[in-house]
């Protein structure tokens, strides 16, 4: 049985609850255990064991991490339990430190991760789609929704991970199309995961 862990990485405001990502995040659930996957579940903005959660990421072929775009980045609480759990498994249990050796101190860095299964970031954004992969918009300049994510990339790389295609849904608060997101997202899910 395939066993993956579910991140919710949002963090609730007055004017962000989290519907949408909590909706996305019980919507990818549900086609998990459909498909027989055993399923494990993380809320960043809730209360959780460090250890515990180290051990989630040892014990899962896939992390999917469904999260909100917060200032070009993760969620204030998303960012702590990355700073908490990805560092006391930093040593040991998740990587081998930075991947380099005494015998080839400036080779290899970032390459020391243990882990060997697959993630994707499942992204919920106010930008419209137009926003990304188009030079005359000017405030990406032409960047596209994964080199604004690349940090989070990296992260992942650190622990040897291997990236899926990328799901966003995007312009939620200002002109949110639900439905279609909805629809898009379980597509996604069939091609990319659930149909391999």
Same mark, same amino acid.
């Given at each position: =049985? ?33 498909? @027989? ?44 339990? %990355? ?6 498994? =930093?040593? *040991?249990?998740?990587?081998? @430190? ?6 080839? #101190? ?5 390459? *020391? *991760? ?5 993630? %994707? ?6 930008? #419209? ?5 188009? #030079? ?14 690349? #940090? ?7 622990? *040897? ?11 939620? =608060? ?23």
């Amino acid at each position: =049985m395939k066993k993956v862990l579910v991140i919710n990485g949002h963090q609730y405001y007055p004017f962000s609850e989290g519907k949408l990502n909590t909706s996305l995040a019980e919507k990818a659930m549900e086609a998990f255990k459909a498909a @027989g996957y055993e399923v494990k579940v993380t809320k960043t903005q809730d209360e959780y064991d460090v250890e515990e959660e180290v051990g989630k990421f040892l014990w899962a072929d896939l992390v999917f991490v469904q999260m909100p775009l917060n200032w070009m980045g993760v969620s204030w609480s998303f960012k702590k339990y %990355m700073d908490e759990v990805f560092s006391a498994g =930093m040593m *040991g249990s998740l990587s081998d @430190g930075d991947g380099r050796t005494s015998a080839a #101190p400036k080779k290899n860095y970032g390459l *020391g *991760g243990k882990l060997n299964g697959q993630y %994707m970031l499942s992204v919920t954004a106010n930008a #419209p789609k137009e926003a990304f992969n188009d #030079p005359e918009e000017k405030f990406f300049n032409g960047a596209s929704e994964d080199d604004l994510l690349f #940090p989070m990339h990296l992260n992942f790389k650190w622990f *040897g991970l291997r990236p899926l295609k990328t799901f966003m849904a995007y312009d939620v =608060m200002k002109n949110p199309e639900v439905e279609v997101d909805f629809k898009r997202f379980e597509k996604h899910l069939q091609e990319e995961i659930l149909n391999r």
